[in-house]
């Protein structure tokens, strides 16, 4: 280990909280990340619950994400989606539509949306 590495020594209590939420239908994890310094919190990769087969959608992975945060306190301020999701919705527009809080997305979205 060098000499920097030895020195640095993170300080636990200010790194975000993550709580991880798998969804076995799609295998995606979604996260809740918590700001250490605040009751603020992220959603990444929401997932809605699609049935193909009954041509349904539910909100349950995503109403399991909406009960953690109104029972840990948490004030949404971003619902962010790491890529477009070719095997799964977003729940971000249902979770934004019941907490609040802004939808973020890369720019090159629509350079990705064209190849699907």
């Known amino acids: 280990m060098n000499d920097l590495a030895k020195e640095f020594t993170p300080d636990t209590d200010l790194q975000p909280a993550v709580e991880a939420f798998f969804d076995a239908a799609t295998n995606t994890i979604s996260y809740v990340v918590k700001d250490p310094t605040s009751n603020a919190c992220a959603v990444i990769d929401s997932v809605m619950d699609i049935d193909y087969a009954a041509g349904r959608i539910s909100y349950e992975h995503?109403?399991?994400?909406?009960?953690?945060?109104?029972?840990?306190?948490?004030?949404?301020?971003?619902?962010?989606?790491?890529?477009?999701?070719?095997?799964?919705?977003?729940?971000?527009?249902?979770?934004?539509?019941?907490?609040?809080?802004?939808?973020?997305i890369g720019e090159h979205i629509t350079t990705v949306q064209e190849t699907f």
């Open 62 to 104: 995503a109403d399991q994400i909406i009960k953690y945060i109104e029972d840990n306190g948490l004030k949404l301020e971003w619902l962010i989606e790491t890529h477009v999701h070719a095997d799964h919705l977003s729940a971000a527009p249902y979770i934004q539509e019941k907490l609040g809080g802004k939808i973020g």
